[in-house]
Protein backbone atom coordinates (compact mmCIF):
# COMPACT_ATOMS: atom_id res chain seq x y z
CA UNK A 1 0.00 0.00 0.00
CA UNK A 2 1.17 3.57 -0.89
CA UNK A 3 0.05 5.00 2.17
CA UNK A 4 -2.01 7.89 2.87
CA UNK A 5 -2.07 10.35 0.12
CA UNK A 6 -2.49 13.65 0.62
CA UNK A 7 -2.59 16.79 -2.25
CA UNK A 8 -0.92 19.09 -3.08
CA UNK A 9 2.08 19.14 -1.01
CA UNK A 10 2.50 22.84 -1.08
CA UNK A 11 -0.35 25.45 -1.85
CA UNK A 12 -0.11 29.01 -1.44
CA UNK A 13 -3.56 31.13 -2.02
CA UNK A 14 -4.48 34.82 -1.51
CA UNK A 15 -6.53 35.39 1.69
CA UNK A 16 -10.38 35.35 0.40
CA UNK A 17 -9.77 32.02 -1.64
CA UNK A 18 -11.24 28.42 -1.29
CA UNK A 19 -8.85 26.35 -0.74
CA UNK A 20 -9.31 22.32 -1.02
CA UNK A 21 -6.99 19.79 1.23
CA UNK A 22 -7.22 16.18 -0.64
CA UNK A 23 -6.77 12.76 1.41
CA UNK A 24 -6.76 9.32 0.21
CA UNK A 25 -6.63 6.75 3.60
CA UNK A 26 -5.40 3.44 3.24
CA UNK A 27 -7.54 0.84 1.85
CA UNK A 28 -9.23 -0.85 4.32
CA UNK A 29 -9.40 1.60 7.26
CA UNK A 30 -12.66 2.79 8.95
CA UNK A 31 -11.07 5.81 10.35
CA UNK A 32 -9.83 9.25 8.98
CA UNK A 33 -8.69 12.05 10.82
CA UNK A 34 -7.84 15.63 10.17
CA UNK A 35 -4.80 17.46 12.15
CA UNK A 36 -3.52 21.22 11.65
CA UNK A 37 0.42 21.67 12.82
CA UNK A 38 0.90 25.25 14.07
CA UNK A 39 4.37 26.17 15.90
CA UNK A 40 2.01 27.92 18.10
CA UNK A 41 -0.98 25.57 18.95
CA UNK A 42 1.22 22.18 18.03
CA UNK A 43 -1.26 19.17 16.70
CA UNK A 44 -4.76 19.66 16.20
CA UNK A 45 -7.48 17.50 15.81
CA UNK A 46 -10.09 19.39 13.43
CA UNK A 47 -12.54 16.63 12.66
CA UNK A 48 -12.71 12.64 12.46
CA UNK A 49 -14.77 10.14 10.38
CA UNK A 50 -16.01 6.72 11.59
CA UNK A 51 -16.98 4.69 8.46
CA UNK A 52 -17.48 7.80 6.08
CA UNK A 53 -19.48 9.21 9.02
CA UNK A 54 -18.17 12.55 10.74
CA UNK A 55 -18.07 11.72 14.92
CA UNK A 56 -16.44 14.53 16.08
CA UNK A 57 -15.81 17.96 14.38
CA UNK A 58 -15.51 20.20 17.68
CA UNK A 59 -11.94 21.16 16.47
CA UNK A 60 -13.13 22.78 13.52
CA UNK A 61 -12.06 25.99 13.89
CA UNK A 62 -14.82 28.15 12.25
CA UNK A 63 -17.58 27.66 9.94
CA UNK A 64 -15.13 28.78 7.18
CA UNK A 65 -13.66 24.94 7.66
CA UNK A 66 -15.58 21.97 5.87
CA UNK A 67 -14.81 18.51 5.75
CA UNK A 68 -16.37 15.57 3.53
CA UNK A 69 -16.04 12.21 3.07
CA UNK A 70 -18.17 11.08 0.21
CA UNK A 71 -16.62 7.20 0.48
CA UNK A 72 -14.12 5.08 1.62
CA UNK A 73 -11.22 6.41 -0.26
CA UNK A 74 -11.81 10.12 -0.30
CA UNK A 75 -11.86 12.97 1.84
CA UNK A 76 -11.54 16.56 1.25
CA UNK A 77 -11.11 19.75 3.70
CA UNK A 78 -12.19 22.64 2.69
CA UNK A 79 -11.19 26.83 3.89
CA UNK A 80 -13.46 29.07 2.42
CA UNK A 81 -12.61 31.70 2.52
CA UNK A 82 -8.83 31.46 3.43
CA UNK A 83 -7.08 33.72 5.92
CA UNK A 84 -3.91 33.97 6.55
CA UNK A 85 -4.02 32.56 9.98
CA UNK A 86 -5.22 29.22 8.59
CA UNK A 87 -1.34 28.89 7.05
CA UNK A 88 -0.54 25.83 8.69
CA UNK A 89 0.62 22.08 7.78
CA UNK A 90 -2.96 19.89 7.35
CA UNK A 91 -1.99 16.52 8.19
CA UNK A 92 -4.25 13.30 7.11
CA UNK A 93 -4.39 9.98 8.99
CA UNK A 94 -6.35 6.97 8.97
CA UNK A 95 -6.25 3.74 11.26
CA UNK A 96 -8.32 0.97 11.92
CA UNK A 97 -10.84 0.80 15.02
CA UNK A 98 -9.50 0.49 18.48
CA UNK A 99 -6.14 -0.94 19.15
CA UNK A 100 -4.18 0.19 16.17
CA UNK A 101 -1.78 2.75 15.40
CA UNK A 102 -3.01 6.08 13.07
CA UNK A 103 -1.00 6.06 9.77
CA UNK A 104 0.10 9.86 8.87
CA UNK A 105 0.34 11.66 4.91
CA UNK A 106 3.02 13.76 4.29
CA UNK A 107 0.60 16.74 5.10
CA UNK A 108 -0.29 20.06 3.15
CA UNK A 109 2.10 22.86 3.80
CA UNK A 110 -1.01 25.75 2.95
CA UNK A 111 0.39 29.17 3.04
CA UNK A 112 -2.53 32.05 2.18
CA UNK A 113 -0.93 35.41 1.94
CA UNK B 1 -11.07 14.10 30.57
CA UNK B 2 -8.18 12.20 28.32
CA UNK B 3 -4.97 13.65 27.88
CA UNK B 4 -1.44 13.27 26.98
CA UNK B 5 1.21 15.38 28.61
CA UNK B 6 4.96 15.60 27.97
CA UNK B 7 6.16 17.93 30.21
CA UNK B 8 9.75 18.25 28.68
CA UNK B 9 9.46 20.96 25.87
CA UNK B 10 13.36 19.41 25.03
CA UNK B 11 15.61 17.10 25.68
CA UNK B 12 19.42 16.90 24.96
CA UNK B 13 21.74 14.12 25.19
CA UNK B 14 24.90 13.47 23.86
CA UNK B 15 25.31 10.58 21.40
CA UNK B 16 25.88 6.75 23.00
CA UNK B 17 24.21 7.86 25.96
CA UNK B 18 20.67 6.48 27.33
CA UNK B 19 17.83 8.57 26.06
CA UNK B 20 13.96 9.21 28.00
CA UNK B 21 11.25 11.49 26.70
CA UNK B 22 8.53 11.24 29.38
CA UNK B 23 4.69 11.20 29.12
CA UNK B 24 1.74 10.61 31.32
CA UNK B 25 -1.35 10.38 30.46
CA UNK B 26 -5.39 10.48 31.41
CA UNK B 27 -7.94 8.38 30.12
CA UNK B 28 -11.09 6.29 31.37
CA UNK B 29 -11.28 3.26 30.32
CA UNK B 30 -8.51 0.90 29.21
CA UNK B 31 -5.20 2.75 27.39
CA UNK B 32 -4.33 2.63 24.09
CA UNK B 33 -0.48 4.09 24.17
CA UNK B 34 1.44 4.93 21.28
CA UNK B 35 4.78 7.25 20.53
CA UNK B 36 5.40 8.82 17.07
CA UNK B 37 8.11 10.62 15.51
CA UNK B 38 8.41 13.31 12.95
CA UNK B 39 11.17 14.32 11.57
CA UNK B 40 11.49 17.95 9.75
CA UNK B 41 9.23 18.39 6.70
CA UNK B 42 7.68 15.06 6.71
CA UNK B 43 4.45 13.09 8.13
CA UNK B 44 4.41 11.77 12.11
CA UNK B 45 5.49 7.96 11.43
CA UNK B 46 4.61 5.49 14.29
CA UNK B 47 7.20 3.60 16.56
CA UNK B 48 5.57 1.68 18.80
CA UNK B 49 2.73 0.96 20.86
CA UNK B 50 1.03 -0.70 24.22
CA UNK B 51 -2.27 -2.31 23.87
CA UNK B 52 -2.07 -4.88 26.61
CA UNK B 53 0.59 -7.49 27.64
CA UNK B 54 3.96 -6.72 28.48
CA UNK B 55 4.71 -3.56 30.17
CA UNK B 56 7.84 -3.04 27.98
CA UNK B 57 7.35 -2.39 24.68
CA UNK B 58 9.64 -2.80 21.63
CA UNK B 59 9.41 -0.72 18.41
CA UNK B 60 11.37 0.66 15.67
CA UNK B 61 14.94 1.78 15.11
CA UNK B 62 15.91 0.72 18.95
CA UNK B 63 13.25 2.31 21.06
CA UNK B 64 11.23 0.89 23.50
CA UNK B 65 8.50 2.29 25.89
CA UNK B 66 7.69 0.89 29.58
CA UNK B 67 4.29 1.28 30.61
CA UNK B 68 3.54 2.25 34.13
CA UNK B 69 -0.13 1.86 35.30
CA UNK B 70 0.67 3.19 38.66
CA UNK B 71 2.42 6.06 37.68
CA UNK B 72 0.03 6.26 34.08
CA UNK B 73 3.14 6.74 32.00
CA UNK B 74 4.67 5.70 29.25
CA UNK B 75 8.22 6.74 28.54
CA UNK B 76 10.46 6.09 25.92
CA UNK B 77 13.47 5.26 25.91
CA UNK B 78 16.59 4.29 23.78
CA UNK B 79 19.73 2.53 25.69
CA UNK B 80 22.08 4.55 23.47
CA UNK B 81 21.48 7.12 21.57
CA UNK B 82 22.39 8.38 17.72
CA UNK B 83 22.67 12.17 16.05
CA UNK B 84 20.14 10.83 13.67
CA UNK B 85 17.44 10.49 16.52
CA UNK B 86 16.89 13.83 16.63
CA UNK B 87 13.42 14.99 15.69
CA UNK B 88 10.48 15.99 17.13
CA UNK B 89 8.54 13.08 19.43
CA UNK B 90 4.83 12.80 20.34
CA UNK B 91 3.32 10.63 22.68
CA UNK B 92 -0.82 9.77 21.93
CA UNK B 93 -3.37 8.04 23.93
CA UNK B 94 -6.43 6.25 22.05
CA UNK B 95 -9.61 6.40 23.90
CA UNK B 96 -11.01 3.08 24.07
CA UNK B 97 -14.38 4.32 24.02
CA UNK B 98 -14.35 7.21 21.43
CA UNK B 99 -11.65 6.16 19.15
CA UNK B 100 -10.16 9.60 19.17
CA UNK B 101 -6.32 10.21 19.20
CA UNK B 102 -5.34 12.57 22.07
CA UNK B 103 -1.74 14.03 21.33
CA UNK B 104 0.68 14.93 23.81
CA UNK B 105 2.60 18.72 22.78
CA UNK B 106 5.62 17.12 21.64
CA UNK B 107 9.31 16.45 22.83
CA UNK B 108 12.22 18.01 20.93
CA UNK B 109 15.00 15.28 20.91
CA UNK B 110 18.28 16.92 20.09
CA UNK B 111 21.12 14.58 20.10
CA UNK B 112 24.79 15.98 20.02
CA UNK B 113 27.60 14.22 18.36
Known amino acids: DAGVIQSPRHEVTEMGQEVTLRCKPI?????LFWYRQTMMRGLELLIY????????DSGMPEDRFSAKMPNASFSTLKIQPSEPRDSAVYFC???????????FGQGTRLTVV | AQSVAQPEDQVNVAEGNPLTVKCTYS??????LFWYVQYPNRGLQFLLK??????LVKGSYGFEAEFNKSQTSFHLKKPSALVSDSALYFCAVRDDNFNKFYFGSGTKLNVKP
Open chain 1, 93 to 103: ASSSYRATEAF
Open chain 1, 49 to 56: FNNNVPID
Open chain 2, 50 to 55: YITGDN
Open chain 1, 27 to 31: SGHNS
Open chain 2, 27 to 32: VSGNPY
